[in-house]
């Protein structure tokens, strides 16, 4: 293998590399795990005296909501923002899913703000009309990216300043030092 070819392999490093981390997930996914049990529980111990209909309905619900609970909060303990020459990466979890991979030719500019998981609408991978995309994990700073196209992408990210300051240097048309932005 040439050495063009070695330098294209590997993987570019990061200029910037943040997390958010929200510990109250663990509660909710300690939920989902003791529904998962129960359901295993009542499938093992439970005659179904009342009928077969309702031991299912029984089982395949604690299964159900316990999977859930624990794949949507464990996808959302946390997330990991990386910054390269390319573009801006989010991945959540401990497996990585959800993924956004933000090329920065989209992106027109980058601001940091304040953000809570209510104007949102809770926490996870959040869409709204008049706001646009976000992945919220946790209220505190978020990096706020303008796309093209007047889309929005917001992020709850450690030193979210920081990541601003970052994006603004690598964007063609930087527009200044980072400041808190205004929506």
């Known amino acids: 293998m040439g050495a ?3 330098s294209r392999s590997l993987p570019v490093p990061p200029l910037w590399s943040g997390t958010a981390h929200n510990r109250h997930q663990w509660l909710l996914a300690g939920v989902g795990a003791a529904c998962l049990a129960l359901g295993v529980l009542v499938a093992v111990t439970v005659p179904d005296t009342d ?3 309702a031991w299912v309905m029984t089982v395949a619900g604690c299964l159900a909501i316990g999977l859930l609970l624990l794949t949507g909060t464990l996808a959302f303990v946390h997330v990991h923002v990386r910054i390269d020459r390319d573009a801006l990466e989010v991945r959540c979890g401990h497996v990585g899913l959800p993924r956004r991979r933000i090329p920065l030719a989209d992106v027109v500019d980058a601001s940091y703000q304040p953000c809570t998981p209510m104007h949102w609408g809770g926490w996870g991978y959040r869409y709204r009309q008049s706001h646009g995309a976000a992945v919220v994990v946790r209220k505190g700073p978020a990096l ?10 917001t992020v709850t990210v450690d030193d ?3 990541a601003v300051t970052v994006l603004r240097g690598l964007l063609p048309t930087g527009p ?3 400041r808190p932005g205004t929506a």
Do not use: H, I, T
């Not at 706020?144 to 992408?153: N, P, T």
């Open 4 to 6: 063009s070819a070695l």
């Open 51 to 53: 009928g077969p209909a």
């Open 144 to 153: 706020v990216l303008e796309l093209g196209g007047g889309r929005r992408f």
């Open 160 to 162: 979210a300043e920081a």
């Open 176 to 178: 200044g030092p980072a």
